[in-house]
C-alpha cells in the first residue's frame, strides 16, 4: 500500500471542504433523486463514455461475469454484475440488459452454505443492477421470483445469524456490510417500515445512542467511553494524549488493543466499505446520513487520513478499498486522495460513477 505524503496544506483544504459545506437536506436529497436506487437514468446519462474509468467498467461489462456464488465472501460475480447494468444504462444498448438479468437471476439462491458476511458483501450490488436495468419491466416473472428471494433472503440463517441480526448485532465490518445490503433491499421492495428500522440502526452505530445501542462489542479498549460503546468515536474524543476522534473502536481492536502506535489493520477500511454505501443509500432514500454523527463518516475518513500521515504507516485507502474516497468526496465536496478504483468487497466503479 501506498504512502500519502500530504503538506499540511493539503489536510487544510481537506478539513475546510468538510466544515464549510452545507450538506443537502433530507427534504433536498428526496427532491433530486425520484428514480435509481444508487443512481438514477439522468445522472448516468450525464457520465463519460471515454476515459480510464470508463474503460474499466466497459471491459468488466463485456467480459465473462464469473461464477455466481454469493456464498464466496470474495466473489466478484457481484461487481461485475453491477458493471454490465451501469453500461446498460448508460448506453441502453439491450444486450446488455439481458446478460445483467441472467447474472442477476443466476445468483439468487447461492448464498446457501455460506456466511451472512459473504451474504452481506455480495447483495448490494445484485439489488442495485435490478433496478437499474428495471427488472421488473424487463421480466415480470423473474422479477417476481426475485423479489420473492429477496423478502425471505433478509431473515436466512447462515451460520447462526441473519443479515438483520448481523446488522444489529455486529458494530464492525460484518455489521455494516449488512446494513449496506439491507438497506438496498428495503428500497427495492419498497419496506418502508424495515428501512426506517436500519437507518435508526445505522445512526446508532454512528453514535447517536439514543437511536439504536444494542450491539455486542468485542475488547473496549479504543473506546472514548467503554461504558457507552459507540461505532464512531465522537468529536473531539482522546486517549493518552491522542486523538481518537473518527476511530472506528471494534475494527480498531481488530489490529490490537489500544496503544500507540496502534497495530495496522484494514478491517477498519473494511467496516468503512459497508457504512458508506449505507450512508450513501440512506441519502438517496431521503435521510441525512452523512451528517448524522456530527458528519461520522467524514470524521472516520480523517481519522484514517491523519493516522496515514502521522504515523507513517499504510493507513489510507488503497487496493479494494480505493473506490470509498470517491463517494466520501462526492458526498462531503471533500478532496481526500483518490486512486484508480478497483473493484471492492461489495461496490465498485465509483471513479466513473462519481469522479465528476
Known sequence: ??????????????????LAVALPSAADAATTTPNGIWLSYAEIAKLPMSGKAWDKVKSAAD??????????????????????????????????????????????GTEAGGRTLALSRNLVSYVIAADL??????????????RTWLTAVRNETLDGKTLISTHEIRPNNWGTHAGASRIA????????????????VFKGWLGDRSAYSNFEYGDLSWQMDPKNPVGVNPVGA???????????PDDMRRGCSFKWQPCTTGYAWEAMQGAVVEAQLLARAGYDA?????????????????LNQEVGSD?????????QPW???????????????KPGKNMAWTDWTHGS
Open 315 to 323: 493507513w489510507w485507502a488503497t487496493g479494494d478499498d480505493a473506490w
Open 63 to 108: 467480459g465473462w461475469v464469473g461464477t455466481p456464488n454469493i456464498a464466496d465472501q470474495d466473489s466478484k460475480h457481484d461487481v461485475n454484475t453491477l458493471a454490465i447494468a451501469l453500461v446498460y444504462a448508460r448506453t441502453g444498448n439491450p444486450a446488455y440488459r439481458t446478460k445483467a438479468a441472467a447474472a442477476i437471476m443466476s445468483a439468487v
Open 185 to 200: 433491499v428495503a428500497m427495492y421492495l419498497g419496506d418502508t417500515v424495515d428501512l426506517e428500522r436500519a437507518a435508526r
Open 133 to 146: 436495468i428495471d427488472l421488473r419491466t424487463l421480466d415480470a416473472t423473474q422479477e417476481q421470483k426475485f
Open 327 to 341: 463517494i466520501i468526496n462526492k458526498a462531503y465536496h471533500a478532496n481526500f486522495p483518490t486512486t484508480a478504483a
Open 1 to 18: 500500500m501506498m504512502k500519502l505524503d500530504k503538506p499540511a496544506a493539503a489536510l487544510g483544504a481537506i478539513l475546510f471542504g468538510l
Open 290 to 306: 452523512w451528517n448524522w454523527g456530527d458528519k461520522g463518516i467524514a470524521r472516520a475518513t480523517m481519522f484514517l487520513y491523519k
Open 238 to 248: 482522546t486517549k493518552e494524549g491522542h486523538s481518537i476522534d473518527g476511530a472506528l
